[in-house]
């Protein structure tokens, strides 16, 4: 399995960024999928999840009412919509996915497959 993220940039505070993770090699639909981020010197942190079919969505504290995670099945991608960015949110963002799960953990050990990062900068 392949995912490629993609989708980052810089914007300022206030801002609006949409993140994508296509997959290949595997069809994602019926597995759990997570965005993860990870800012300079701290741990991979857990942001959004999606089960597999879709219907449950679960986020961290920190971007609820912000973010929103969903997947296209049929196109075999999970976004990540990001509004009312904060310069906190700045970090290389990654997509993953648990191949033995439907519903998404929060912890980046349960997940078996990444992508490689795509940089979310957030000027103030």
């Known amino acids: 399995v392949q995912l490629q993220a993609s989708g980052g940039g810089l914007v300022q505070a206030g801002g609006s960024l949409r993140l994508s993770c296509a997959a290949s090699g595997r069809t994602l639909s019926s597995y759990a999928m997570g965005w993860f981020r990870q800012a300079p010197g701290k741990e991979r942190e857990f942001v959004a999840g999606?089960?597999?079919?879709?219907?449950?969505?679960y986020y961290a504290d920190s971007v609820k009412g912000r973010f929103t995670i969903s997947r296209d099945n049929a196109k075999n991608t999970v976004n990540l919509q990001m509004n009312s960015l904060k310069p906190e949110d700045t970090a290389v963002y990654y997509c993953?996915?648990?191949?033995?799960?439907?519903?998404?953990?929060?912890?980046?050990?349960?997940?078996?497959?990444w992508g490689q990062g795509t940089q979310v900068t957030v000027s103030s």
């Open positions: 993953a996915l648990d191949r033995d799960k439907i519903v998404p953990g929060a912890n980046a050990w349960e997940y078996d497959y």
């Open positions: 999606v089960s597999g079919s879709g219907r449950g969505t």
